[in-house]
């Protein structure tokens, strides 16, 4: 790859979610003179806050948690000041709720993952003991991640995890993580990050929930970052075309009917997720091959405290067509949400239907909940919420970097190939991985 060694350094990032944001951050520190074009009026791309109606709270587009372990991105949040912005945990504690209603929960203790796991799911009332020994069992075998290929169904039908084991704690890891079922995404991938999560210190393992709505984290203290280090960010700006010269970028054209010269001593650095890619620059990579899995979650705001428990998040066992129920830290009792992830069961069902299905399914699973009336609701959509890591998927995924054959284009986003599912985490470390090319050339 060529790169500029002296003159103007300039860079245009496509894209102003988390990859496009971390990344203007590192051109910038690497002495890059930065632009930065986002489709929306706002940055932060998939971890966003919904216009508000009135009468509502803020509501995000999706709940949004973070594990501990997610290193590169937490680098994000203290640049932009927001790493406080999350409920203290230092170790892993994720609740249930049965069908039936039943509660429990698996609390790890103080100490290392490797260790405290093993003693959690032992001692967990939310297995039989049968059931303990070999979640135990599965959870030694996770440490080893395979490299056939299999899908996450298959591995775990080889270390005898189907059942109890698989619906408590393996399909909420999955869910939680891959946004997806078992039978359709890559082992590889969830053992890989389970590994990053669970191999070392509790806090590593621990799951962050914030305070705050996703906007006030990372859109709007990102944008007033930036701008105060120099970065021009152009809101409201979206690329149409990428134009393709003797084997580098030579211009950059926008939805509005303008253009930019992309002068060959400038980069182009991509941060734009794969559909979006697939369009501005078709053919130079897979991306129009991969496809994206949905997530629908409905915000609740009631007028009274409907008496669900506190938890910030609690896995809801064998739970369909909703997953998780969870609220952001310190936020009234009144207010939460659940989330369907993955599957494609509510294609198609009215908002109305929506809201019906998740009362009765909250209704089933917390008998004691009132739920029977000042009840408000906002359903939130998004048809591709992340990547779809199915098996052999891996194999679509351009690395985090230089595109062959283009000199001055660099790739970034969830979808490139950094070794993580599409995640807050996996945008943030694609930026990185992408400027770290730069700056070696
Ligand atoms: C509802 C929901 C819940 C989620 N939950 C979690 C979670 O709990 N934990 C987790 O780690 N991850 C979660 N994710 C995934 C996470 O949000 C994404 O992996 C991450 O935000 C992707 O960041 P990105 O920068 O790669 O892409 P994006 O966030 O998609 O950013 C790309 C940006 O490019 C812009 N853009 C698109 N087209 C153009 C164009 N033509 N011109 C200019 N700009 C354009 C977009 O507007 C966007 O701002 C969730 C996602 C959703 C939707």
């Known amino acids: 790859m060529t790169m500029p060694v002296a003159g103007p350094r300039g860079a245009l990032v496509l894209g102003g979610g988390v990859a496009g944001i971390a ?20 940055l932060g791309g998939r971890a966003f806050t919904l216009p508000s109606r009135a009468g509502e709270p803020p509501i995000d587009n999706g709940p949004h948690v973070i594990l501990g372990c997610y290193d590169e991105f937490r680098w994000l949040l203290r640049r932009i ?72 169904a298959q591995w775990l039908t080889r270390h005898r995890q189907d059942g109890a084991p698989r619906a408590v704690l393996w399909d909420p890891l999955c869910r939680a993580i891959l946004n997806a079922e078992a039978e359709e995404v890559d082992a590889a991938l969830l053992l890989a990050t389970l590994k990053r999560a669970f191999g070392g210190a509790g806090r590593r393992g621990a799951i962050l929930v914030p305070d705050a709505p996703w906007s006030a984290i990372v859109g709007e203290p990102a944008l007033a970052g930036l701008r105060d280090e120099g970065v021009t960010v152009r809101l409201a ?134 739920l029977a009336s000042g009840v408000h609701a906002r359903v939130c959509k998004e048809s591709r919420a992340t990547l779809w890591p199915r098996p052999g998927e891996r194999a679509l995924r351009p690395p985090a970097g230089p595109v062959p054959g283009i000199d001055n284009l660099l790739l970034s986003g969830d979808w490139t190939d950094t070794g993580l599912p599409s995640t807050l985490e996996g945008a943030a470390r694609s930026a990185r991985l992408a400027v770290a090319c730069a700056s070696r050339a």
């Not at 049965?98 to 297995?127: N, Y």
Request: net charge positive; proline share 7%.
């Open 23 to 42: 990344a203007a951050f590192r051109l910038r520190d690497a002495g890059w003179s930065v632009e930065l074009h986002e489709a929306h009026p706002w």
């Open 81 to 152: 000041g927001s790493e406080g912005r999350f409920a203290r945990a230092t170790r892993l504690t994720l609740a249930y709720r049965e069908r039936d209603g039943r509660a429990s929960a698996l609390r790890l203790l103080p100490g290392p993952v490797p260790l405290t796991f093993p003693i959690a799911l032992l001692t967990t009332r939310a297995l039989r003991w049968r059931d303990r020994l070999r979640a135990a069992r599965g959870l030694a075998a996770s440490l080893f991640v395979p490299k056939d290929g299999c899908s996450l």
């Open 237 to 370: 700006s979206r690329v149409a075309a990428l134009e393709i010269d003797d084997g580098a970028v030579c211009a950059v054209r926008f939805a509005d009917g303008t253009r930019r010269t992309v002068a060959r001593d400038e980069l182009v650095l991509s941060a734009l997720p794969w559909h979006a890619f697939a369009q501005v620059a078709p053919g130079v990579t897979d991306a129009a091959r991969l496809q994206g899995k949905p997530m629908l979650s409905v915000a609740f705001w009631c007028e009274h405290d409907p008496g669900l428990p506190a938890d910030p998040l609690v896995a809801l066992v064998d739970g369909e067509p909703f997953h998780f129920v969870c609220r952001r830290a310190g936020e009234p009792r009144e207010r939460f949400a659940v989330i369907s992830g993955g599957a494609r069961g509510l294609d198609g069902v009215g908002v109305d239907a929506i809201v019906t299905r998740a009362l009765e399914q909250l209704r089933r699973a917390f008998p004691a909940a009132r």
